[in-house]
Nanobody, 120 residues
Framework: QVQLVESGGGLVQPGGSLRLSCTASGSIFTIYAMGWYRQAPGKQRELVAGITSGGSTNYADFVKGRFTISRDNAKNTVYLQMNSLKPEDTAVYYC??????????????WGQGTQVTVSS
């Protein structure tokens, strides 16, 4: 069994910053890509950013220059530093991880979601 636990969401004013964290634990053999999606009310879930095990990153156009994704492989943790937040960034943020478990099968696991609200 594998679990992804997120933290770091909350309420922030426009222009402010938040840092999300997501840690994987359980019967993990290898973690490949990790990243973040978000879903705003009434909208589809959309990719925010991803990072490979080697550190290569990709970002949605709407966060480029404002958000930074990173990971600590020793801690099985992925981070999302969010700066210059806008009201339209308000959403539930979900982390994901592509994990090869001890049986050597690979699955995509998801966190429980953390609410980010940008409002004055």
């Amino acid at each position: 069994q594998v679990q992804l636990v997120e933290s770091g969401g909350g309420l922030v004013q426009p222009g402010g910053s938040l840092r999300l964290s997501c840690t994987a634990s359980g019967s993990i053999f290898t973690i490949y890509a990790m990243g973040w999606y978000r879903q705003a009310p009434g909208k589809q879930r959309e990719l925010v950013a991803g990072i490979t095990s080697g550190g290569s990153t990709n970002y949605a156009d709407f966060v480029k220059g404002r958000f930074t994704i990173s990971r600590d492989n020793a801690k099985n943790t992925v981070y999302l530093q969010m700066n210059s937040l806008k009201p339209e960034d308000t959403a539930v943020y979900y982390c994901y991880a592509d994990i090869q478990v001890v049986t050597h099968r690979e699955y995509r696991y998801w966190g429980q979601g953390t609410q980010v609200t940008v409002s004055s």
